[in-house]
């Protein structure tokens, strides 16, 4: 099916840059309440790599020595996500810090409920980068949702002072500093800016897999400023993150006329509408991905709208409804593209929508992949080793 370009820009005009609205650049302030003695900005490590933003500000991203912010969502519902960041940064030599000492961000509290205050919030926040801080490696931000709270409490805390005045106390009595990073840096980020070096590493053919891409909401809906922009992709119109990604991979993206919708998480509605959410997910999102567009696979950045556009396909199919499409993270797919392990490194099993068709258009043998990891299960079962390591995971 054909969409008219005027349906897939959505008024491609309101999109434009209005030069009378572009926000100023945060760091004149950062810096300025650092001199005064506010907090300590703690600068993006060398080296790093430039990438352009909605208005065009200059954003560092660090190659390496990152603090991995991780997400609880992730770990709790899709480990394969965060064992994918780390096991490609791990394949292209990337030095980084797994933090046992991180916090929750505690946004969904934030924006789900609204039982918490802003002194809590911030505090959170400013506590796990001090944590980052003391150990010389940079804050990365696995949830959209962590990364989208921590620039709105830094939006708050620029302009403030009580409230800094409140955070500071608290911290005090944690023994920490107040620390604000240079720039808040999400994972898919660094993604973006090292897909050059990841698909040189690729050892898999994705020239012929179509994709559809939900970009997260949380990552550029919220302080817009900050997502990441690229002219020569979707004209500059939409955020190139994940986009940028599957391209340096060779696989085809196709677009579709929803891509502005959320994915139907919400934080709320998922909490006390759950049919709403898998409604909107399966009707507003995979519904019309598959009429549109007919992808492979669905390709997001964030723990809850992979969540979502995954595991509401269940109830559509009980309906007969036109789903089906298995969901994955970018990080998952550059990690298939560079050979990592569909099980043992993806957790692909921990997806509800098939996935094995994908698989086998990959390339990838996905029965005996299966044996393999049912093998080394088989070890933990029998107690012969305690957990799978590294080089378990690369054999």
């Known amino acids: 099916m054909t969409i008219p370009v005027q349906l897939l820009l959505k008024k491609k005009e309101h999109f434009e840059r209005d030069e009378h609205h572009v926000p100023s650049d945060f760091h004149e302030e950062l810096f300025r309440l650092e001199a005064e003695g506010e907090w300590v900005v703690q600068r993006v490590p060398e080296p790093y790599i430039e990438v352009a933003t909605k208005y065009g500000r200059p954003k560092k991203i660090p190659v390496a020595g990152m603090w991995h912010h991780k997400s609880c969502g992730q770990c709790g519902h899709i480990p394969g996500y965060s064992t994918s960041i780390y096991w490609v940064m791990r394949r292209l030599g990337i030095d980084y810090n797994d933090p046992r000492d991180q916090t929750s961000c505690t946004a969904w509290n934030y924006y789900a409920s609204a039982t918490s205050n802003a002194a809590a919030q911030a505090a959170v926040a400013l506590r796990n980068f001090s944590a980052a801080y003391e150990t010389g490696y940079f804050p990365l931000i696995h949830c959209g949702t962590s990364y989208g709270h921590y620039k709105e409490v830094r939006e708050e805390l620029l302009h403030h002072p009580a409230l800094r005045a409140q955070v500071r106390s608290v911290l ?45 909401c949380h990552y550029y809906k919220l302080v817009e400023g900050d997502a990441i922009y690229d002219p020569d992709i979707y004209g500059g119109q939409r955020t190139a993150i994940v986009t940028g990604l599957v391209q340096a991979l060779g696989a085809e993206v196709r677009t579709y006329s929803t891509w502005f919708d959320c994915c139907g998480f919400g934080f709320r509605h ?54 089906g499409v298995p969901v994955m993270s970018e990080a998952q797919f550059a990690a298939l593209a560079m050979g990592a392990h569909p099980y043992k490194v993806c957790q692909l099993h921990w997806h509800s929508t098939d996935y094995r068709p994908l698989l086998e258009k990959m390339g990838i043998d996905w029965r005996e992949a299966w044996a393999e990891f049912e093998r080394d299960a088989d070890k933990l079962r029998r107690g012969d080793q305690q957990f799978l390591t590294w080089e378990d995971v690369d054999a």
């Open 172 to 216: 005090g009595k944690l023994g920490k500093q107040m620390v604000m990073p240079e720039e808040i840096i999400h994972y898919s980020e660094w993604f973006y800016a090292m897909r050059d070096r990841i698909a040189a590493a690729q050892v898999l053919d994705f020239s012929g897999i179509a994709v559809t891409v939900h970009p997260a």
């Open 270 to 323: 998922i909490l006390v509408q759950r049919d709403f959410t898998r409604s909107f997910a399966t009707q507003r999102k995979i519904e019309v991905m598959k009429e549109e567009a007919n992808p492979d696979v669905v390709l997001t950045h964030d723990t809850g709208c992979v969540t979502t556009l995954d595991k509401s396909q269940f109830a559509a199919q009980a309906h007969n409804k036109n789903v």
